[in-house]
């Protein structure tokens, strides 16, 4: 047998593991819209048997066969063809599921899926005592976890899973030199005295926001025939193949913000994934390649596109039509500056793009905390409250409103995903510097509608490798630049000037 056909069986193999992936994200996407409470310890084995033989075929005796016979076989071929981007990831997942056993796999998996929904009761009734013991079990898992992969620091493994070629040590000091930039300038915006928005908490109907949610998804570009938009607790994008790839949403009566600028986020994760190659499909190179690229294109569809002038000098009269007396005698004027308006809050997902990032850090330096042993689950709380306190000024009311709010450690382990939120901001800004060269007209088309353009140009620079490069290296092929914190500063400052 040829390595051409070995190569090819190798594909095969992989193509039903990224099936058995694909069936499991399709109860997990159940599990967070329509399933009832109480089916939550079946869907977690369910979804912990889909995971258990999916990592059981990638660490076979078949795999690891093929892959060793298939040992130089990339050499044959340029770098970023599919066939050696193919080998290069095929060896680190195989890598990965050798070192973790089946079993430990289909233990956290059934453990997430009982903590989600214990955490649902925690959050709706504030009360981080009912989601203690479960958070616990689950740093518990995390440490385990690292501890099948050599490591300089426990959270690295955790970080590799989501952001691979970033490290604790390299994330610590791209943070620490963006918050000693950051933290001055947000001091100086928020000094700067502040406009009261009594429009903002005006009651918008959900039906309507629905409405004006679905008409900005299609004008933008949401191919509905290939996707769905439904309701959660916590918005997410999840994807089953580049022909079916769903969003949710959560609607706030009292806050439009919410519902409107996560949902475009959610739609910029999508983006993403539709925009992959069709050869990609069905493929392990099909997707994202890292947390942080993700968000990338989340930050800069929400925010450099959604919350810029030219995006609303297009869609504020279809709005302003859709709740005339909310918004009767509001200018267009007065709600750009309200959507953009720089104030401490105690929600991460709602705040402003100034101090956004100064949420990220204080998650990723707790997690580090709980990881290392110098924070104990039982303080997590106070520690919480106390950094919220420093860091923004701000005082968190109730468990809800404070660690609680986010989903991320109580539906998985524990370190590795908030990162991925920051290095998202630096780099949407580095790629749409380098998309705004590329298209001289890209403000004008924005404000006229015409978003096509910038689609088609991530698509052809971004979107289209899916998974062959990792985030660096992507970063790297499309700005000729190492991750930074001067494109993203340069925008803000632009966008927020100091009086």
């Known amino acids: 047998m ?4 070995k190569f090819k069986i190798l594909r095969e193999q992989f193509a039903e593991i990224t099936d058995l992936r694909a069936a499991s994200s399709v109860l997990y996407w159940d599990q967070n819209t329509y399933m009832p409470p109480q089916g939550a310890e079946s869907r977690g084995r369910q979804m912990a048997t889909l995971r258990k033989v999916a990592h059981e075929k990638v660490a076979s005796a078949q795999v690891e066969k093929l892959l060793d016979d298939l040992d130089g076989f990339e050499k044959d071929f340029p770098y970023e063809s599919d066939e050696a981007s193919f080998l290069r990831l095929a060896r680190r997942e195989f890598d990965l599921a050798t070192k973790v056993p089946a079993d430990f796999i289909s233990e956290i998996v059934q453990h997430f899926s009982i903590c989600y ?5 925690a959050k709706d009734e504030s009360n981080f005592k009912l989601i203690e013991p479960f958070l616990e079990k689950s740093v518990d898992h995390s440490h385990k976890y690292s501890q099948f992969f050599p490591h300089k620091h426990v959270l690295d493994p955790l970080i590799a899973e989501h952001d691979y070629g970033f490290t604790t040590e390299s994330i610590t000091n791209i943070f620490s030199e963006l918050r000693s930039e950051l933290v001055p300038f947000a001091k100086d ?5 502040k406009v009261e928005f009594e429009f903002l908490n005006k009651m918008y109907p959900k039906k309507i926001q629905q409405l004006f949610v679905e008409k900005i998804l299609t004008e933008i570009g949401y191919d509905f025939s290939r996707g769905r938009l439904d309701l959660t607790h916590h918005p997410f994008m999840i994807s089953f193949s580049r022909g079916d790839i769903r969003i949710t949403n959560r609607y706030d009566e009292n806050n439009f913000n919410d519902s409107l600028f996560g949902a475009i986020h959610e739609l910029g994760h999508a983006f993403y994934e539709l925009g992959n190659a069709k050869e990609l499909d069905g493929n392990i190179l099909f997707g994202g390649t890292s947390a942080g690229v993700h968000e ?3 930050r800069l569809w929400e925010n450099i596109v959604g919350r810029s002038k030219e995006f609303w000098e297009y869609f504020y009269k279809d709005f302003q039509m859709l709740f005339p007396e909310q918004l009767k005698n509001v200018s267009l004027h007065t709600f750009y500056a309200s959507i953009n308006n720089v104030t401490p ?3 991460r997902t709602e705040a402003d793009e100034v101090t956004y990032n100064l949420h990220v850090m204080i998650r990723f330096d707790l997690e580090k905390q709980l990881l290392e042993g110098k924070l104990k689950v039982k303080d997590l709380p106070e520690a919480w409250n106390a950094r919220y306190l420093s860091d923004l000024g701000v005082k968190v009311p109730n468990d809800s409103h404070g660690c609680l709010q986010d989903v991320h450690w109580f539906a998985g382990l524990v370190g590795g995903c908030f990162q991925g939120y920051t290095l998202g901001n630096l780099m949407s800004a580095q790629f749409f510097d380098v998309a705004s060269a590329a298209l001289p007209n890209l403000k004008n088309d ?3 509608g015409n978003f096509a353009e910038l689609q088609k140009w991530l698509i052809e620079n971004i979107y289209c490798h899916g998974k062959k490069f990792t985030g660096p290296e992507i970063l790297k092929k499309v700005t000729k630049k190492d991750l930074n914190i ?6 803000l400052k632009r966008k927020f000037p100091i009086k």
């Open 296 to 298: 990338s294109q989340s």
């Open 446 to 448: 924005i404000k006229n």
């Open 189 to 193: 915006i928020i000094s700067e005295k």
């Open 117 to 121: 929904e214990a955490w649902i009761r």
């Open 2 to 5: 040829t390595q051409h056909e």
């Open 345 to 347: 809050s105690l929600i």
């Open 486 to 491: 001067a494109n993203y500063m340069n925008y």
